[in-house]
């Protein structure tokens, strides 16, 4: 027990980042107003209550990626880079969806900032402790269990409403993997204008989803080519319905699971109704996302005879992944080395307490079995 013990602290040491939430005192949020960013032609590319950093990326409602250059109060210059048309090839190659979709894996929602609440419903932008935001949570609860799924809705408070919420969400979505969920939700809204969040769909005043991903983490292409996964599906059903996806410092927990999705509801200024709508929409197009995700992970079944069948290969999230696995396990072997060399002073006293732990501790586990039988 414990060499398990050992090797679990370990693990989480070594594969934690140092910024496992944004550095005290520098909020991934604004404390009053928005950002507005800029291209080269004066357009306004995005707003946003968020935080905008000198390389912070975003990808349109048409799919046009532009990254930050520059930063200065509440204005931002961004380049406009290329059209990601991978995104729209993916909505093309939506499957329809079907009623038939045995075993359907779990899923789990939480809310890092609880106390997040919309004006024109709630009467206030913020409600600690009984923020409305979890009631958005409900709606988008409720109906994927309508549509057959398990999920998990956490409402575990994680106040005040600071740079270190996500230090304390952290352990609210450490307790959520134990159920081995297949995707993760942090259901949040900005604090933006109310023109960049508003839309109408089916008749219904709709609050506009921004994704948000975090390039501070080693899973981040397999969390951008999943963000870009949820958009294709949204915008094959629901145009619209997806604003953008931000790509932002920080890492928001995805770090320790690539399906882990920061999702903006509207804003502060839409009425909960739109962002109960709203959240009732991205849940019907979450079965088309788990059947892509199904389709593209077919190699990696155990099927006879799957090598040989089309579209056996690998897809590039799967690639990137394993590369993610890889990383995370050299993380954990190097950090081990590191840390016996500098508790022991040289690699040969290194190596020998490495070889006294290993020996002694599989002899206690070896005859503490003995003793069971």
């Not at 919309?118 to 309508?146: A, H, K, Q, W």
């Not at 994680?158 to 159920?179: C, E, G, I, V």
């Not at 709203?278 to 059947?291: N, R, Y």
């Not at 593209?296 to 290969?313: H, I, K, L, R, Y």
């Amino acid at each position: 027990m414990r060499c398990f013990a050992f090797l679990i602290a370990l693990l989480l040491i070594c594969s934690a980042p140092a910024n496992a939430s944004l550095p005290d005192g520098d909020s991934d949020e604004l404390e009053s107003g928005y950002i507005t960013i800029i291209d080269e032609a004066g357009e306004i590319v995005m707003q946003t209550g968020r935080n905008v950093r000198p390389g912070d990326q975003y990808i349109s409602e048409e799919n046009h990626l532009y990254e930050v250059t520059a930063v200065e109060g509440l204005s931002a210059k961004a380049r406009f880079i290329r059209t990601e048309t991978d995104i729209a090839m993916e909505a093309s190659a939506i499957p329809a969806q079907t009623q038939s979709n045995p075993a359907l894996p779990i899923i789990s929602v939480y809310h890092t900032h609880t106390d997040e609440s919309y004006i024109p419903t709630d009467g206030r932008s913020s409600i600690p402790g009984r923020g409305t935001i979890m009631l958005v949570g409900d709606v988008f609860t409720n109906r994927l269990r309508e549509l057959g799924y398990e999920v998990n809705h956490s409402k575990t408070l994680h106040d005040p409403h600071d740079a270190n919420a996500y230090h304390r969400s952290r352990r609210t979505f450490m307790k959520l993997l134990q159920n081995q969920p297949v995707a993760l939700f942090d259901l949040h809204r900005d604090s933006g204008p109310l023109s960049a969040y508003s839309v109408t769909i089916n008749g219904k005043p709709t609050a506009k989803i921004l994704l948000v991903v975090g390039w501070q983490n080693q899973n981040r292409r397999t969390t951008l080519n999943y963000a870009k996964r949820i958009k294709a599906a949204a915008d094959a059903k629901y145009r619209g319905l997806i604003r953008g996806i931000f790509v932002a410092r920080g890492n928001y927990n995805q770090d320790l699971n690539p399906r882990a999705m920061l999702v903006e509801v509207g804003t502060q200024y839409n009425s909960r109704d739109a962002a109960e709508h709203s959240v009732a929409l991205l849940a019907d197009v979450v079965p088309s996302i788990l059947q892509i995700s199904a389709r593209n992970s077919a190699s990696a079944s155990p099927v006879e005879g799957a090598a040989d069948q089309p579209g056996a290969a690998e897809s590039p999230a799967e690639e990137s992944y394993a590369g993610d696995l890889l990383y995370i396990i050299g993380a954990v072997v190097i950090g081990g080395l590191g840390y016996l060399y500098l508790s022991t002073g040289s690699w040969n006293e290194a190596i020998n307490k490495l070889n006294r732990f290993i020996k002694y501790e599989f002899r206690d586990i070896f005859n503490s079995r003995r003793r069971r039988k």
